[in-house]
């Protein structure tokens, strides 16, 4: 299942984006209204052993994936 989540650029504009997580990587999927692997195109791959650490924060739903390459 992936999910529709907002990213902040360095302007600070929020543009969405569609990621997929599973046990293999994080996956930003090309579109915003995809809902399935077989109707989207995979625009960028993080594979799992290169994420060192991943930050919650504790205020609100934001996140951010680490990863040092």
């Known amino acids: 299942m ?3 989540i907002f990213k902040f650029n ?3 504009k929020k ?3 569609n990621i997929l997580i599973t046990n293999m990587g994080v ?3 090309k579109g915003t209204n995809s809902t399935s ?3 989207s ?3 960028r791959k993080i594979d799992v052993d290169k ?3 991943v930050t919650v924060s504790k205020i609100g739903t934001e996140f951010i994936i680490h ?3």
């Open 2 to 4: 992936s999910s529709p």
């Open 10 to 12: 360095d302007y600070k």
């Open 15 to 17: 543009q969405e984006r």
């Open 27 to 29: 996956y930003n999927l």
């Open 37 to 39: 692997l077989t109707n």
């Open 41 to 43: 195109a995979i625009k």
């Open 51 to 53: 994420i060192k650490a």
């Open 67 to 69: 990863v040092p390459e």
